[in-house]
């Protein structure tokens, strides 16, 4: 079981970063300066332990982007509601599906279906188009569970 939920939260990291990098390099196309992304992982050991190791995979792959992984503080829905509040949010978060639905209702997402690449990057993170519907916050994807079990949100 901690297996499978490692797989998913890999498959899980590899789309986000993958939307993030998208993101990121659509601005700064010209730009041969490093592309950094900042991702947030919550406050505990193995989140922050595999958050770490993946974004070093991802790296040693895509050497022109860096993934600088930080362990939010005690309250995770703090630290990120005072991000959001004052315009440093990260590029990347690993909030629950309930604060992605607020968030996404009051415009402080970026919904990931909007980058040309998500559907295939989606797939070969094996998450399937119907699986994805259920992601759905007003008709757009904002967020990608880790957990099989959480069902729809929207």
Request: aromatic share 8%; charged share 20%.
């Amino acid at each position: 079981m901690k297996r499978r939920l490692g797989s998913i939260f890999i498959l899980s990291m590899v789309v986000l970063l993958g939307v993030a990098i998208c993101f990121s390099l659509s601005g700064n196309a010209a730009s041969q300066a490093k592309t950094k992304i900042t991702y947030w992982v919550i406050n505990n050991d193995p989140d922050e332990q595999l958050g770490k190791k993946y974004a070093a995979d991802f790296m040693a792959k895509n050497p022109e982007i860096e993934v600088d992984v930080v362990r939010m503080g005690e309250v995770s829905e703090e630290t990120i509601a005072i991000s959001v509040a004052g315009g440093t949010a990260p590029d990347v978060c690993q909030m629950g599906p309930s604060l992605s639905v607020n968030y996404a209702k009051e415009g402080a997402l970026i919904p990931l279906d909007s980058f040309s690449d998500f559907q295939t990057a989606a797939m070969e993170a094996s998450k399937p188009a119907d699986l994805l519907a259920g992601y759905k916050i007003d008709g757009h994807i904002y967020l990608m569970l880790n957990l099989q079990n959480l069902g729809k949100i929207s």
